[in-house]
């Protein structure tokens, strides 16, 4: 008994370090994401460029990321994580060496655009590699814990990589970045180890599927609907209010101080540092409540909007400002649930397919409600609107977005519902059960004989 003991906790122990290896690419990919947002004073006079430059190379980088979503699943059914995640460091390390000796902003565009689908390769893949070394519940802590490496990024791309900045230069502090990045990858080319067993044999024989086949196929099964509608809702509140229109809201209508708005986008990065494993852990002992705390969830990221859009700001308290934060880093750390689904919902020759499919939707969000709500705030500062009702309104869109893909999520675990044997309305609410018979991990609940 004491041997084989032993011998599982060594391949556990191995596990984590193959998942660590990974997860360090997703850490590095989201630092090369975040970076430009410490640096784009500095990349302005860099480059002689304006605000229309800046916007350019963060629109690039993140179109690009979108796009390669699918393909980069795909890439992993067909090529395996090892290859996909070496090369997507590469391509980063390439396009940070290129950023860094930029000489003018088309130049400095194509380094940003190799970073843009270099990253687009690493979340999915360290995902599939994960799905390998860990069965069962545990893939949902493995998928938290992930969230948490790239929250890690995020931060080192904050006040370290300035300080790095006014400490060796823009060549240096790209340079070192780029360094970094290509010894990783070419660390995980050289050592990561796929599968338990060895390499990754081949998930398809015979003629490869085609893209719109392989999305088509991961799309008819409703969980992958269910997962793609939350992470749309839960990512996309993330990302469209940390990752930009948080701070200028909190300045401009709340009236925070620049430190003071920054700090609370910092607290929505630490809570959701803090509640992504507490997350992964309850989705993983309550794998029959996936659906309501996912549709729960969806509805709590939803109120974030509603409160910016309607509370004024004289009655915009601390306790007011302490729920958004807890909202907002509560979506990134929910949206745990939407992989965990789309894994038990999807076979293993689509999981890469699968997941790619579902990643994009946050971010998809994400750009919507960034485009929108300035649009928004461009027209109506034209006609005279005050800010308060600016942002009101741009707000509220996205509000209704929000409430779109919440609507969609109802509707996919209703589709699900149907595709099983008839429940009573409390259990079927929390049911989700892929056919047994073609995935053998799905969790299932059933009605008592």
């Given at each position: 008994m004491s041997i084989v003991r032993q011998r599982q906790g060594k391949e556990g122990m191995l596990a984590w370090a193959v998942w660590a290896l990974g997860a360090s690419g997703y850490l590095v990919a989201v630092f090369h994401r975040m970076s430009l947002s410490v640096s784009g004073i500095a990349a302005q006079r860099h480059l002689h460029m304006g605000a229309f430059g800046l916007a350019s190379l963060g629109a690039i980088e993140l179109a690009l990321y979108v796009v390669m979503q699918v393909p980069s699943g795909m890439g992993a059914d067909r090529f395996g994580p090892r290859k996909m995640l070496a090369s997507g460091l590469l391509l980063m390390g390439l396009g940070s060496s290129l950023f860094a000796v930029a000489p003018d902003l088309g130049v400095a565009l194509v380094g940003r655009a190799l970073i843009g689908i270099g990253d687009a390769f690493m979340f999915v893949n360290v995902l599939t590699l994960a799905r390998s070394w860990f069965a069962g519940p545990r893939f949902a802590v493995v998928?938290?814990?992930?969230?948490?490496?790239?929250?890690?990024?995020?931060?080192?791309?904050?006040?370290?990589?300035a300080m790095l900045l006014g400490a060796v230069g823009w060549l240096g502090a790209y340079a070192a970045a780029a360094a970094v990045t290509v010894a990783l990858g070419m660390a995980v080319f050289l050592v990561l180890k796929e599968t338990p067993s060895g390499p990754r044999p081949p998930v398809h024989s015979g003629e490869r599927p085609r893209v719109l086949q392989a999305m088509a196929q991961s799309w008819a099964q409703p969980g992958t609907r269910l997962a793609f509608w939350s992470h749309f809702v839960l990512v996309g509140t993330f990302v469209a209010f940390s990752g930009l229109w948080g701070v200028p809201y909190l300045r401009q209508v709340i009236h925070l101080s620049a430190g003071q708005a920054g700090s609370a986008v910092g607290a929505i990065v630490v809570a959701a540092l803090i509640l992504n494993p507490l997350v992964g852990r309850y989705i993983s002992s309550h794998p029959d409540k996936r659906p309501v705390f996912l549709?729960?969830?969806?509805?709590?990221?939803?109120?974030?909007?509603?409160?910016?859009?309607?509370?004024?700001p004289q009655y915009f308290g601390l306790p007011v400002l302490a729920l958004v934060v807890l909202l907002a880093g509560f979506a990134n750390a929910a949206a745990v649930g939407s992989f965990d689904v789309v894994r038990t919902s999807n076979p293993d020759e689509r999981a890469g397919t699968a997941t790619g499919l579902v990643n994009m939707a946050g971010f998809m969000f994400g750009v919507a409600a960034e485009v929108g709500v300035g649009w928004m705030l461009s027209w109506l500062h034209s006609l005279g609107y005050s800010t308060f009702s600016s942002y009101s309104a741009g707000f509220g869109m996205v509000a209704l977005l929000a409430a779109v893909g919440v609507w969609q999520m109802i509707r996919s675990v209703r589709r699900i519902n149907q595709m099983q044997a008839p429940v009573g309305p409390a259990v079927a609410l929390r049911r989700l059960e892929p056919d047994p018979a073609e995935f053998a991990d799905a969790y299932s609940v059933r009605r008592s004989a």
């Open positions: 998928v938290a814990l992930t969230a948490v490496a790239g929250a890690v990024g995020q931060f080192l791309a904050t006040t370290p990589f549709v729960g969830s969806g509805i709590a990221s939803t109120a974030l909007w509603v409160i910016c859009a309607t509370v004024a």
